[in-house]
Nanobody, 119 residues
């Protein structure tokens, strides 16, 4: 299994920046992709960005050119640099990884970190 611990959320004014971190532990050698989702009040959880094992990144249109996903060289920590934040970015942000265990793809989720953007 893979365990995830997120940090870095908080309150920021519109136009500001925050950096989220997510540290993985456990069967980290089996991680395939790492990514972020978010869930705003009253809305469904939505995909934000992910990075593959080869370093390829993809972003939701709503955050493209404002958010950057990256990871450390050991591929145990994934980051989400969020710039030019907007009130509509307010949500609980969840880190997730996909990994292989027993020949099957599985997912793990972090506990979530609150990001609040004031106007």
């Amino acid at each position: 299994q893979v365990q995830l611990v997120e940090s870095g959320g908080g309150l920021v004014q519109a136009g500001g920046s925050l950096r989220l971190s997510c540290a993985a532990s456990g069967s980290i050698s089996s991680i395939v992709t790492m990514g972020w989702y978010r869930q705003a009040p009253g809305k469904q959880r939505e995909w934000v960005a992910h990075i593959s094992s080869s370093g390829i990144t993809n972003y939701a249109d709503s955050v493209k050119d404002r958010f950057t996903i990256s990871r450390d060289n050991a591929k145990t920590t994934v980051y989400l640099q969020m710039n030019s934040l907007k009130p509509e970015d307010t949500a609980v942000y969840y880190c997730t990884v996909q990994y292989v265990q027993g020949g099957r793809y599985r997912s793990s989720w972090g506990q979530g970190t609150q990001v609040t953007v004031s106007s």
